[in-house]
C-alpha cells in the first residue's frame, strides 16, 4: 500500500519528458471545400508562425499543451490545444460574417419565458430574477453578465470577485459592513449601494452574502439602479445584482444535464432520420464487411492478414479485427495474438490505447483494461480524465480502497488549482457523484463508522439512469441526440463552432466526459440515443464510450458498458435504446 501512495506521489507532480519535446505537425486548411493558400499558423503567447502553401498545407513544430492558432482575413480564427499524440490537424475555417448573416435573414420569433427557461445552461447570457428570465439582448438596457466560471475563487468573498470583473465596481466598508457600489464616484461621496438577490431571496445592501462560496456561482446579472428601482422597490434604488447558484435549478425546476428537461419545453419532433446499425456497416470499409462476413475465426484471421499490410499503422484497423475474433468468433489465442503482434503500437499512442481499454471494459475484461488505465495515468498525469478512468477502473476490479485514493488525489489537486481552468462544473459534479457514490455503495467493505462519517459526500440526490460518455480523442466533434418515449428530443453538439471554447477548456484540463441525467419520475418508455459523428481533423476513427448506470444510487445499481467506433461522418446513427418500464437497457 506505501509503494501506492508514492506511486501517487511521483506521477501527478512531475513533468513528462515527453510533454518537452516538440511534435510535428502538418495538414491542409480548408474554406467550404476548398484549399486556402496564405493562412496563418501560429503558436499563441509567441511570434511563431507560418503561412500554407498555395494548396493549403502547412507544417509546424509545437510542444504538447501549445495552442495553435489558425487564421485568416474575414474568417474566424480556431484554436486548437498541442496534445502528446497530436500529428495531423486538418482545419476548416469559415466567415466570420455567417452568424450574422443567420441573425439578419431570420424572421424574428418572439421568445417567451419557456424559451429562455430552457436555454438557461446553453446561453451564458440570461439570468434568472425573481420577475422572470432577463436576457441583454431584450430588455432595453445595460444587463450586464457575469460567467461564474470567470470569477476569482481565490478573491476575499464574493464581492471582490465581482469587482475583479466589472469595471466601475467598487467595494467600500463603512462601520466594518462590506458594500457594493455601481459607481466609483458613488462609493467615494456616501451614494447608494446594491442591494442582493441570490436565488430569488432579496437582500438588504447591508446584508451582502460575503459567506458565499464563489465556487457555486452560475451567473451573475447586474441590473442598473432606475430598473431596478422599478422591479424591486427602494430597497433597489443603488442597483441590483442578481447571483444565481448551483444550489437550485434554473431551467423550469429540473436538474442541469437532464436532457428530458429541454425535450419538454422545446418542440423537438424526432423525424426517425437515424441509421441503424445494418446500415452503418454498409458504409464501412471492404475489410470490415469482409471481417463480419468470415463464417469462422480462422477466415477472419485470413482477412486480417491480408489487410495488415496497409493497415498496421492504424490502430481501428487492429481493434476492429482484436473485437471480430474475441467478441464474434470467442477466440482468445487469435485476438490476443494480434495484440501482442502490435504492442507498440497501442503503448506509444494513448489515445489508441484509450480506446483498447474502452473495448476491455465492454468485453468484461476488468483486468486487462485496468492494466491500460495505470499506463495512460503514468502517461498523462496532468489529465484529469487519466484520475477518473483509472479510478472508475479501480471499482470494476473491486479495488475500492485505491479507487478512493485516486479520486481523493484528484480531489485535492483540483483544490490546490494544479489543473489549469479546472473550476469547471462539470468536472466538479462528476467528480463529487462518483465520489460520493463508491463511499455509499462500498463505504462499508473498506472505511471504518468513522473515517465513513469523515468523509466529504452528501447523500445522493438523484435516482433513475445515469449515462456517462466518453470519447478517446480530444478533437472528436459529435451530436448527441436523446429522444423520449413521445419522440422528442434535445441535442448536445461538441463542435468547435458550436462550443468552442468549452472545448478548449476541457482539452485544457484533459477532460473528455459528459454525463445525462433521466430521472425516476420522468415518462416511462423507451428512450433512444443517436449519435451523429462530425470528424476529428484527421483521417482516423474516435471511439465514443457509453455507459450506463440502471437505478443508479440504491442497492440495485448495475451498469452496462458499449463502445462505438465513429467513422461515417454527418449521418445520425442509432446507438443503444433504454427501457424505463423493465428497468433493463437494451444496447444495440
Same mark, same amino acid.
Given at each position: ?122 446561453? !451564458?447570457?440570461?439570468? /434568472?430574477?425573481? +420577475?422572470?428570465?432577463?436576457?441583454? =439582448?431584450?430588455?432595453? #438596457?445595460?444587463?450586464?453578465? $457575469? @460567467? ?104 423550469? !425546476?429540473?436538474?442541469? /444535464?437532464?436532457? +428530458?428537461?429541454?425535450?419538454?419545453? =422545446?418542440?423537438?419532433? #424526432?423525424?426517425?432520420?437515424? $441509421? @441503424? ?312
Amino acid at each position: 500500500m506505501q509503494s501506492f501512495f508514492v506511486f501517487l506521489i511521483l506521477v501527478s507532480t512531475i513533468t513528462l519528458q515527453a510533454q518537452n519535446n516538440s511534435n510535428e505537425i502538418k495538414g491542409i486548411v480548408t474554406s467550404y471545400g476548398a484549399p486556402l493558400p496564405n493562412a496563418n499558423i501560429s503558436i499563441k503567447g509567441t511570434s511563431s508562425g507560418i503561412q500554407t502553401d498555395v494548396n493549403g498545407k502547412y507544417q509546424i513544430e509545437a510542444n504538447p499543451r501549445d495552442i495553435l492558432v489558425f487564421s485568416y482575413v474575414g474568417m474566424k480564427p480556431v484554436e486548437i490545444i498541442v496534445e502528446d499524440v497530436t500529428r495531423t490537424l486538418n482545419i476548416q475555417l469559415f466567415a466570420e460574417v455567417q452568424e450574422l448573416d443567420e441573425v439578419t435573414i431570420s424572421k424574428r420569433k418572439k421568445i417567451t419565458q419557456e424559451d429562455l427557461a430552457t436555454d438557461y445552461y446553453t446561453d !451564458g447570457s440570461i439570468i /434568472n430574477t425573481d +420577475f422572470g428570465y432577463l436576457n441583454p =439582448k431584450l430588455v432595453g #438596457y445595460e444587463l450586464r453578465i $457575469i @460567467d461564474g466560471k470567470n470569477l476569482n475563487t481565490k478573491a476575499i468573498d464574493i464581492l471582490d470577485a465581482i469587482v475583479e470583473e466589472l469595471p466601475g465596481i467598487t467595494v467600500r466598508s463603512r462601520e466594518g459592513v462590506r458594500y457594493l457600489f455601481t459607481s466609483s464616484v458613488g462609493s467615494l461621496r456616501g451614494g447608494i449601494p446594491v442591494a442582493y438577490e441570490l436565488d430569488g431571496h432579496i437582500r438588504k445592501p447591508e446584508n451582502a452574502p460575503v459567506q458565499l462560496d464563489i465556487n457555486k456561482v452560475v451567473r451573475i446579472g447586474i441590473i442598473p439602479k432606475d430598473q431596478a428601482a422599478r422591479r424591486y422597490g427602494g430597497i433597489a434604488a443603488g442597483g441590483m445584482v442578481v447571483i444565481n447558484t448551483f444550489d437550485i435549478d434554473h431551467s423550469s !425546476g429540473q436538474k442541469e /444535464n437532464r436532457p +428530458f428537461d429541454q425535450i419538454r419545453l =422545446k418542440n423537438n419532433i #424526432y423525424s426517425k432520420d437515424a $441509421i @441503424d446499425e445494418t446500415n452503418v456497416v454498409k458504409n464501412s470499409p471492404t475489410y470490415f464487411k469482409k471481417l463480419l462476413n468470415s463464417k469462422n475465426a480462422n477466415e477472419a484471421y485470413q482477412v486480417y492478414e491480408n489487410y495488415v499490410g496497409n493497415f498496421n499503422t492504424n490502430y481501428s484497423f487492429l481493434i476492429d479485427t482484436y473485437r471480430c475474433l474475441s467478441e464474434k468468433f470467442k477466440n482468445e489465442r487469435l485476438s490476443d495474438k494480434i495484440l501482442t503482434e502490435h504492442s507498440k503500437s497501442f503503448k506509444e499512442d494513448p489515445v489508441a490505447m484509450k480506446a483498447l481499454a474502452y473495448v476491455h471494459q465492454n468485453n468484461s475484461k476488468f483486468k486487462s483494461a485496468n492494466r491500460l488505465y495505470k499506463e495512460l495515468f503514468v502517461m498523462r498525469p496532468d489529465y484529469i480524465q487519466s484520475y477518473l478512468d483509472l479510478a472508475n477502473s479501480y471499482i470494476e476490479v473491486e479495488e475500492y480502497e485505491r479507487s478512493l485514493q485516486i479520486y481523493t488525489r484528484l480531489n485535492y489537486l483540483l483544490d490546490q488549482g494544479y489543473f489549469s481552468a479546472a473550476d469547471s462544473l462539470k468536472v466538479i459534479t462528476v467528480l463529487a457523484r462518483d465520489l460520493n457514490n463508491l463511499v455509499t455503495l462500498h463505504g462499508n467493505t473498506m472505511l471504518s463508522k468513522d473515517r465513513k462519517e469523515k468523509e466529504n459526500t452528501v447523500e445522493e440526490d438523484f435516482t433513475g439512469t445515469r449515462l456517462v460518455f466518453e470519447w478517446n480523442d480530444s478533437e472528436a466533434e459529435f451530436e448527441l441526440q436523446f429522444v423520449n418515449p413521445e419522440g422528442r428530443y434535445f441535442k448536445m453538439e461538441r463542435s468547435l463552432f458550436a462550443v468552442g471554447n468549452q472545448i478548449q477548456e476541457q482539452n485544457l484540463m484533459g477532460y473528455a466526459t459528459e454525463e445525462f441525467l433521466i430521472d425516476d419520475t420522468n415518462m416511462n418508455g423507451t428512450w433512444q440515443v443517436n449519435m451523429k459523428y462530425l470528424g476529428n481533423k484527421k483521417l482516423k476513427p474516435s471511439y465514443l464510450k457509453a455507459v450506463v448506470y440502471y437505478n443508479y444510487g440504491t442497492i440495485a445499481q448495475y451498469k452496462e458498458t458499449k463502445v462505438f467506433k465513429m467513422q461515417l461522418k454527418n449521418v445520425n446513427q442509432e446507438l443503444f435504446k433504454i427501457d424505463n418500464n423493465d428497468k433493463r437497457i437494451s444496447l444495440k
